[in-house]
């Protein structure tokens, strides 16, 4: 059987033009298939949007109602029971969304699901552009792609390609008027499908990658292309973050995480040769000086040696007994150890220069400050790229007029840490005790499991409130933003735990919030009656509605480099009640930096100290991309600006405020 039909397919000839009939066929059938999976993901991809659009619209207007809605129901949400909330494409019953028939036909615009605006449909320029149907409306940044000559997707044009202006002897004169369709015509979008002639392009230098990583805040947005490697590796998906650099500051000294309790002692020897000739009272030469002999430096040059001076003493070596002894002599601190080590451990001294200056009298207090961060020693993703200077930094915020430091404590190991910086330099530096949402993760990670970390959590911060080193607990809080360092669920565990650790302790809260004011709001409130002490919600960067709430709620609010980003930043900041309103740093992040909309305000503004790579670093300077106390002059200078008053109200309001 088998043999007789190999011998009939043998058999049979196919002709040249049978060939061709077939593989028109299966040309034409892939070909149909292809062009049916296009569309069909088209057609998908614009049914979800649509749905997203519906959900967005019905969570807006809810909101307006103070309505809840629980698509991504939380375990202790409680649904809203009253009167269902309608739309043209959806319905909001039990806190539920529900879409009312086709999407296609329902909801007649986009919006993005992320940021809640408009999408544009068209490119503004270039090939099937098209006008902006509303030139007043703020539309989405994740716009189509613009296809034009001599620019990218975005619309920027190469280097080396000149924007196209007006023909000599063109120009308009200055008196006279626009035409009406000029006038009422959007800016950026020319009429014609090519690029006005006035149309305004972006020069690069290199062409710019998306990066892949959508889980974490630092992906998912685009990169120049000479630096994407670099976040790939560094910060992206090696995720190089603070964590990975403590932990790896530990692995080079030897010694466990969890026993760190106080900073790497620094080599003093040379400071103290140096304060001991300064107390001998030692007088410089005034004689012609000798050639190839070094050339004292002057006061406050690069390089000059620091007025802080180095101190041993730590939480470990410290046995029970007598506190530290502060001396105040005029313009000076200076902190003697207990008097059976007097001989072998040298004092901290900290000069307070100008005390009787304007800016000593403004008395500004600095609140959030990360002093414990290795980088702070000099230490950068576990290398050593510069000598300790820790006490330089301290000095510098001396110097500006800062006359009280607040560390932060963002874990259990960084509070003990944040403790001993004050119990090493009293009188100028204070400690918060908490766990930051970020690493919220150790609790459950802890060797003897998370009651154990809050048991000694709580001993730590009772310990430090008693002796006057800690004022204030935290920073804890939520942040939805970083959620690739700690999930959602157990941020919100750890966050009520921490609350109700608070009740108990009946300090200052120190907080943090970021993208989720709902929640954050909500179990703020089912504790604030135990809370009469309030507190700071520090590094804000919420809207004016949310600062609001919280000011109704009766916490202050905390500025720096992040809540001065953008112009919508800088209109909140601005209606921030001045007795209300706390500056701060947050070094070494939270930076001004020349792209952030509040830069334009300090061209007039303070002069700080000169900042280097760290690669060459020097004694005196400061660090590119670390953020330091000294730079709250600038802070201070530009909420000056904004609120059109002098840098000395918003100072001593700070102060005024911090001291309640």
């Not at 040249?16 to 892939?30: G, N, P």
């Not at 000011?551 to 900041?573: P, Q, R």
């Not at 930076?591 to 004694?619: C, M, T």
Request: glycine share 6%.
């Amino acid at each position: 059987m088998s043999s007789s039909t190999t011998a009939d397919v043998d058999s049979v000839e196919v002709t040249e033009e049978d060939a061709q009939q077939a593989i028109k066929y299966i040309l034409d059938r892939s070909m149909e298939s292809i062009l049916h999976n296009i569309l069909l993901e088209v057609h998908q991809d614009e049914k979800i949007a649509r749905m997203q659009t519906a959900v967005v619209e019905l969570e807006q207007r809810a909101e307006a109602l103070g309505k809840k809605v629980t698509v991504d129901a939380i375990e202790d949400a409680v649904a809203d029971d009253g009167e269902p909330l309608e739309t043209k494409a959806a319905i909001l019953r039990s806190g539920q969304v529900q879409l009312k028939g086709n999407p296609m036909n329902t909801v007649k615009s986009i919006r993005c699901p992320n940021c809640r605006l408009p999408r544009l449909l068209y490119p503004r320029v270039g090939f099937n552009s098209r006008p902006v149907p509303d030139v007043s409306q703020q539309y989405c940044k994740a716009e189509p792609m613009i296809i034009l000559d001599k620019h990218d997707v975005h619309g920027q044009r190469k280097k080396g390609v000149k924007a196209k202006g007006l023909p000599k002897g063109k120009n308009k004169k200055k008196n006279e008027a626009g035409s009406p369709a000029s006038e009422n015509s959007d800016p950026l979008t020319p009429s014609s499908s090519q690029p006005g002639e006035l149309f305004e392009y972006k020069e690069i230098d290199y062409p710019a990658a998306k990066c892949p990583n959508r889980d974490s805040h630092l992906g998912d947005h685009w990169k120049s292309v000479n630096i994407f490697a670099t976040h790939l590796n560094g910060s992206c998906y090696l995720k190089r973050d603070r964590q990975a650099g403590r932990e790896a500051n530990a692995r080079i000294g030897g010694t466990p995480r969890d026993s760190r309790a106080s900073s790497p002692k620094a080599a003093t020897a040379n400071g103290v040769k140096r304060k001991a000739m300064d107390e001998d009272g030692e007088k410089v030469s005034k004689k012609k000086q000798k050639m190839g002999e070094p050339k004292p430096k002057a006061k406050g040059a690069v390089g000059a040696p620091s007025k802080l001076r180095e101190s041993s003493t730590n939480v470990d070596d410290k046995s029970s007994g007598s506190p530290l002894r502060a001396e105040h002599n005029d313009d000076t601190i200076e902190v003697q150890p207990k008097v059976n080590e007097a001989a072998s451990e040298p004092s901290v001294k900290l000069k307070l220069s100008g005390l009787n200056s304007s800016t000593a009298k403004k008395k500004p207090n600095k609140v959030g400050i990360n002093l414990g961060d290795p980088v702070f020693r000099g230490i950068y993703h576990g290398r050593q790229a510069h000598q300790d200077d820790q006490k330089d930094v301290i000095q510098r915020a001396i110097d500006v007029g800062c006359t009280k430091l607040m560390i932060t404590g963002s874990s259990l190991v960084e509070s003990q840490h944040a403790v001993s910086l004050a119990e090493q330099y009293p009188g100028v530096c204070y400690a918060t005790v908490g766990v930051h949402p970020c690493s919220t993760t150790d609790f459950d990670k802890y060797p003897d499991g998370p009651d154990a970390l809050l048991k000694n959590l709580k001993a730590v911060a009772i310990q430090a409130r008693d002796s006057g080193s800690a004022v204030a607990f935290g920073e804890f809080g939520l942040d939805y933003d970083r959620l690739f360092l700690s999930p959602k669920d157990v941020q919100l565990k750890y966050f009520q735990k921490q609350l109700e650790l608070a009740v108990d302790l009946q300090m200052p809260l120190f907080l943090h919030s970021r993208a989720c004011s709902q929640d954050f709001e909500r179990l703020l409130k089912d504790k604030l009656d135990q809370l009469p002490k309030r507190g700071l919600v520090h590094s804000f960067t919420g809207t004016l509605e949310e600062m609001q709430r919280l000011l109704d709620l009766g916490f202050h609010i905390g500025v720096n480099g992040c809540s001065l980003k953008t112009e919508d930043n800088l209109a909140v900041a601005r209606e921030i009640p001045l007795d209300r309103l706390q500056i701060e740093t947050d070094g070494p992040w939270c930076e001004i930096r020349p792209s952030h909309a509040s830069s334009k305000y300090l061209h007039d503004g303070p002069a700080i100290p000169k900042a280097v790579k760290k690669e060459k670093w020097q004694p005196g300077l400061m660090v590119k991309g670390r953020n330091e106390p000294a730079t709250i002059v600038q802070v201070a200078h530009i909420v000056a600006k904004i609120k059109g008053l002098s840098v000395e109200q918003v100072s001593q309001a700070a102060w005024v405020t911090n001291e309640v």
